[in-house]
């Protein structure tokens, strides 16, 4: 679960690549969303396009990052979400709960 930050226009972007599972990165994607939170960047842009693979506890991280943002009164959104992630999400509902866009730029005027 390797991630990058940026932030882009009005939002913080967290980059995943490769495999979203579980493990102690997903303690390090937490704290680092915390960071952005406690500092007043309440727009945050999920980019799943390098992701080749997602379990349950990637999900699951995924979730905990949604609610966590909910409930500091900020909003997170999906981004570059492939066909398989996309079909992954809709056979679990959450992507009623996910705003998803194609691209982080996409995302981003999202927040506007």
């Known amino acids: 679960m390797k991630f990058?930050?940026?932030?882009?226009?009005?939002a913080a972007v967290f980059s995943f690549k490769g495999k979203l599972m579980g493990g102690p990165e997903a303690q390090?994607?937490?704290d680092?969303?915390?960071?952005?939170?406690?500092?007043?960047?309440?727009?945050?842009?999920?980019?799943m396009s390098d992701v080749k693979f997602v379990n349950s506890?990637?999900?699951g991280n995924i979730v905990r990052g949604f609610s966590t943002v909910k409930d500091a009164g900020?909003?997170?959104?999906?981004?570059?979400?492939?066909?398989k992630i996309?079909?992954?999400?809709?056979?679990t509902k959450l992507n009623s709960v996910f705003e998803q866009y194609k691209t982080i730029e996409e995302a981003a005027k999202g927040f506007e």
């Open 32 to 47: 680092a969303l915390q960071k952005y939170l406690d500092n007043g960047k309440k727009n945050i842009i999920v980019d």
């Open 4 to 10: 990058t930050t940026k932030e882009v226009y009005n």
């Open 86 to 91: 996309s079909g992954l999400l809709s056979i």
């Open 28 to 30: 390090d994607f937490h």
């Open 57 to 59: 506890s990637g999900l």
């Open 74 to 83: 900020g909003s997170l959104k999906l981004a570059g979400v492939t066909d």
